[in-house]
C-alpha cells in the first residue's frame, strides 16, 4: 500500500534552517509528483511547492520563493523540503503528499512533521 | 491568485442529519475542486475529487457538486465518525484551500 513516511519533529532558533525529509513507499518513486503542504497550529492548509522525483523539477509557491528548496534523492527515493531563515510564524506541521495524476490534488499525505521554531 | 471561500465556518448537526458545505472561488475553475476530510489531530484525506468523483474507500453518503464558481459538498446522513475540519481545494492554477468547515456533533 501507499505509504508516505517523513522525519521526525524538529525545534529551531529563528534564523536557522530546517530540512524535512518525506519517504515514499509502494508506488514507482519517479512516477508522481510531491506537494509540500503546511499548516500552523489551529490554522488551515497553506500550500507550499512541489517537486518532480523524476526529473528534480520544481515548482514553489511565490510566497516561498527564495527561502525554500526541494529536491528529492532517486538513489535513495526520498524527497526533502528545507527552508531557510525560520521565522517564529513557520512554527506548522509540514505534510509531504501525492499527486495522483499530475493534477495538483493529493491522494496520499505523509503523517506530518512538525516544526517549532522557538529561541 | 484563486480565493476560495467556505461556508458555514462551522455547523452542529445530529447524527443522521443531511449536512451541506458550500465552497466558492474566486473565479471560474471548472471543475478543478477537491474536497478533504481532517480529523481532529489527523492527516487530511482525499475525498472527492474533479468536484464529484468519490475517491475509492470513501462512504457513499458524501457526496459533491458544483462546478465553475459554487460547489457543494453533502454528507446525506451525518456519522459520528464525520466529525472533522473540511476544506475544498481548486487545482485549475495553483492549489490553493478553503478555510475549513468544523462539523460537530449536536
Known amino acids: 500500500q501507499v505509504q508516505l513516511v517523513q522525519s521526525g519533529p524538529e525545534v529551531k532558533k529563528p534564523g536557522a534552517s530546517v530540512k524535512v525529509s518525506c519517504k515514499p513507499s509502494g508506488y514507482t518513486f519517479t512516477d508522481n509528483l510531491i506537494h509540500w503542504v503546511r499548516q500552523a497550529p489551529g490554522q488551515g492548509l497553506e500550500w507550499m511547492g512541489w517537486v518532480n522525483p523524476n526529473t528534480g523539477g520544481t515548482n514553489l509557491a511565490e510566497k516561498f520563493q527564495g527561502r525554500v528548496t526541494m529536491t528529492r534523492d532517486t538513489s535513495t527515493s526520498a524527497a526533502y523540503l528545507e527552508m531557510t531563515w525560520l521565522r517564529y510564524d513557520d512554527t506548522a506541521m509540514y505534510y509531504c503528499?501525492?499527486?495522483?495524476?499530475?493534477?495538483?490534488?493529493?491522494?496520499?499525505w505523509g503523517q506530518g512533521t512538525l516544526v517549532t521554531v522557538s529561541s | 491568485d484563486i480565493q476560495m471561500t467556505q461556508s458555514p465556518s462551522s455547523l452542529s448537526a445530529s447524527v443522521g442529519d443531511r449536512v451541506t458545505i458550500t465552497c466558492r472561488a474566486s473565479?471560474?475553475?471548472?471543475?478543478?475542486l477537491a474536497w478533504y476530510q481532517q480529523k481532529p489531530g489527523k492527516v487530511p484525506k482525499l475525498l472527492i475529487h474533479a468536484a464529484i468523483t468519490l475517491q475509492s474507500g470513501v462512504p457513499s453518503r458524501f457526496r459533491g457538486s458544483g462546478s465553475g464558481t459554487d460547489f457543494t459538498l453533502t454528507i446525506s446522513s451525518l456519522q459520528p465518525e464525520d466529525v472533522a475540519t473540511y476544506y475544498c481545494?481548486?487545482?485549475?492554477?495553483?492549489?490553493?484551500f478553503g478555510p475549513g468547515t468544523k462539523v460537530d456533533i449536536k
Open positions: 473565479q471560474d475553475i471548472h471543475n478543478y
Open positions: 503528499a501525492r499527486d495522483p495524476r499530475g493534477w495538483y490534488f493529493f491522494d496520499y
Open positions: 481545494q481548486e487545482y485549475d492554477r495553483y492549489p490553493s
